[in-house]
Structures are given as structure tokens and as C-alpha cells.
């Protein structure tokens, strides 16, 4: 996760401490007790990501990693054991380069209920999570194919429905609108158009810091 967004995710130890409280305060009866199993217990706690037989040997530990992130929503479980499960598998994806997990912004649902705690931080883990899956089981597919973002998309629906089984008042506008695209059969032209532009965007981005 690069940049701000990395930086604004290292915080998530602390926000979630806060969560459960803050949101019961707000939220009240929307809550419910949810218990998730602990993490995989295959999760090194040191590895090194220049090490490319390391990337290959904790290729599954990384991907067992995800399946669990894709059903837990983080204010449930121990917040150590979260970030640092969270940690592990988005330093693993993004380490991988051959073939490389891209993420396509605009796709990434915003959850508009709670934005102080950062569930668009989650749903951005999530995408990539799916996105990995289908990478690393189609390596010479197109990395930005409909069927890609499909399995990203596929994966944020997947810990939408962990967060709603926590909260339930949890939505997200841009989850609802890509499911009635899909309703309608109108996603893989919408996905198609905002792959696109997000190319355009990072082409200028580009020419602007050279």
C-alpha cells in the first residue's frame, strides 16, 4: 500500500482500539457480538521481501492470509494479530511482481458510514486480496481484465457482508452501484471506461513529475 494510504493504514492499530467503543456510542443497537477465529497460524513474523525464494514459499501462507482478512471485520478481532495478518498479506502482494497484482483506484469501494475509521482502508486490502487470487491463478492473464476486477470487486462484497454481519447499518454506495451495473449487465463497459481513465490519470501523473 504505497504512499499516504500505507501511512494512514499504520494508524489502524490505535483506530481500532477506539472502534468498537466510537461506534457503539453512534451506532448503537446496529452492532452485534461477532467472534472470528484466530489468524492462520502460517504467518512468519519476519520475512524478507528481496528474497525471491521467500516470495515463492510464502506464497500460500500469503493467500491464507487474505481468506481470513475476507471474512473478519478488524474491530472483532485482536487488533495485534489483525494488522499484523493485514500486514503480512498486503507486503507479500505487493512485493509480488511476476506477475504484479495493479490496483485500479476508482474501482475501490468507499464505505460512506464510517470514514473516521478508515473502511475504504479495508476495502482497498480486500480488492487487492481478490485481485491477487486471480492473478496468481491465471499469471498470463491481463492484470486489468474484467474478470480480474471482477474477482477484486467479488472480494469487497465478500468482507462487506463480514462488516455487516458486525454492523449493520455498514453500506457502501459504490458496492450498491456496481451490483446493479452487474444487474443490468452493464459492468464490464463501466469497469472498461474507469481502467481506462485510470490509465489516462497515471500517464499525466507521470509526465508531471518528470
Known sequence: MPGPMRNAARVLPLAIALLVSACATKQG??????KPPPPPATIPETWDKADASAMAELREPAMAACEWLLDVAPAT??????????????????AQTEPAVPVVQPIVAFVATDRRFMYGVYMRGAYQCGKAKWVLAHPDGDAVSF?????????????????????????????????RKQKHGQLEAYLSKLVAKAGRDSGRGSRKRK
Open 29 to 34: 443497537t446496529a452492532l452485534r457480538n461477532v
Open 77 to 94: 478481532a485482536n487488533s495485534k494479530q489483525w494488522v499484523r495478518t493485514r500486514d503480512f498479506a498486503l507486503d507479500w502482494i505487493e
Open 147 to 179: 474478470e480480474a476486477e471482477l474477482a477484486g470487486i467479488d472480494a469487497m462484497r465478500r468482507l462487506m457482508r463480514a462488516l455487516q454481519k458486525w454492523d449493520t447499518a455498514t453500506r457502501s454506495r459504490r458496492l450498491d452501484k456496481l451490483g
